[in-house]
């Protein structure tokens, strides 16, 4: 009756209190843990900026959020250009290989020579010099896709080969 209630209410607010008593200590124990890791964050800050004599702290994260933001625009245009750059490529002569050979039985030494120019594509030209005893003769053909639209020599075929093989 109401000496139970009074036993009743009485251990019901023991328990009320004790599950206070137990937040509370949990609170405090959060609270401690966030003071120590500002208390870090505070020293680590502390130590960046110990010698540091020069306007106050929120004009120089200012200055690197500036600084940060000009690194970008520049990366940006930097990344255009290297896109430009790597379009063109295919197209740019990247491939050389010579052949030397001897192409008159009375020429000594191997003075003639095919030349082959060319992109990654294969787009370019073949260009041959034969030297003989009395003359010399330079000429150029064109080629696309390692192939030409001219008759091409042993020497020119060869050359052109070893540009397709890269060897």
């Known amino acids: 009756t109401m000496l139970d209630a009074y036993h009743w209410l009485n251990s019901q607010s023991l328990s009320i209190a004790a599950a206070l008593f137990a937040l509370l200590i949990l609170v405090n124990i959060i609270t401690l ?22 306007p106050g702290i929120e004009d120089v994260l200012e200055e690197i959020r500036r600084l940060e933001h000009e690194n970008r625009r520049q990366i940006h245009r930097l990344e255009e250009r290297v896109e430009s750059i790597e379009g063109r490529l295919p197209a740019m002569l990247s491939t050389l ?67 397709q093989n890269r060897g």
């Open 33 to 54: 843990w966030q003071v120590r890791a500002y208390r870090r964050r505070v020293r680590v800050f502390e130590s960046l900026f110990k010698d540091y004599c020069g």
């Open 97 to 163: 290989r010579v052949i030397r050979y001897k192409a008159f039985p009375e020429v000594g030494g191997d003075l003639s020579f095919s030349l082959a120019l060319l992109s990654e594509r294969g787009d370019g030209a073949v260009i041959t010099g034969l030297h003989g005893r009395e003359y010399s003769m330079v000429w150029a053909k064109p080629v696309q896709a390692f192939s030409s639209s001219y008759q091409l020599s042993e020497e020119e075929q060869a050359v052109l080969r070893m540009a």
